[in-house]
């Protein structure tokens, strides 16, 4: 009801009539001007949103996922309950090693490869670990392949702030 009375309500506040509005010509330039100049940044913006798209999937999909190949495992006859808290532990883990990686990395980046090769290969093999979750019926190999995935948001994070 807040939502429906304050847009029903309340006009849009646009500042001083004597400034640009934002259907002017001149609000869009940086925009246009920025895409048409360096198509890197938008390369970059679209690799940031869809590895950081399949991370936030992940939290959320990691313990059905690990569940569900518990049960194809067979082991679903002895009633077991998965250790969530271990492999919580397991995750943040990784999480850190991927960070002393890409602290490792830095020292060789100068001399055999960029950081756009590096987020290139974090990117790739993220996305195979993803991938290779969905080939195996075995409950080690999903939990490996997360802990891989988890190692490459360790590293891709201090890189895209690098």
């Given at each position: 009801?807040?939502?429906?009375?304050?847009?029903?309500?309340?006009?849009?506040?646009?500042?001083?009539s004597?400034?640009?509005?934002?259907?002017?010509?001149?609000?869009?330039?940086?925009?246009?001007?920025?895409?048409?100049?360096?198509?890197?940044?938008?390369?970059?913006?679209?690799?940031?949103?869809?590895?950081?798209?399949?991370m936030?999937?992940?939290?959320?999909?990691?313990?059905p996922?690990?569940?569900?190949?518990?049960?194809?495992?067979?082991?679903?006859?002895?009633?077991?309950?998965?250790p969530?808290?271990?492999?919580?532990?397991?995750?943040?883990?990784a999480?850190m090693?991927?960070?002393?990686?890409f602290?490792?990395?830095?020292?060789f980046?100068?001399?055999?490869?960029?950081?756009?090769?590096?987020?290139?290969?974090?990117?790739?093999?993220?996305?195979?670990?993803?991938?290779?979750?969905?080939?195996?019926?075995s409950?080690?190999?999903?939990?490996?392949?997360?802990?891989?995935?988890?190692?490459?948001?360790?590293?891709?994070?201090?890189?895209?702030?690098?």
């Open positions: 009801m807040a939502v429906t009375a304050g847009l029903l309500g309340q006009p849009e506040n646009y500042g001083d004597g400034l640009q509005t934002p259907t002017s010509p001149e609000s869009q330039i940086p925009w246009k001007l920025l895409l048409e100049v360096d198509r890197k940044i938008l390369t970059l913006d679209l690799t940031s949103c869809c590895f950081e798209g399949s936030y999937l992940f939290i959320f999909f990691w313990s996922a690990l569940k569900s190949s518990h049960a194809l495992a067979h082991y679903s006859h002895f009633n077991t309950i998965l969530f808290g271990l492999i919580f532990a397991s995750f943040m883990g999480m090693s991927g960070s002393q990686l602290t490792a990395a830095m020292a980046q100068k001399r055999w490869f960029t950081c756009r090769a590096l987020l290139q290969i974090i990117v790739t093999v993220g996305g195979v670990s993803l991938l290779a979750t969905i080939f195996f019926r409950e080690s190999v999903p939990s490996w392949c997360f802990c891989l995935f988890e190692t490459c948001v360790g590293m891709y994070f201090p890189l895209v702030g690098y």
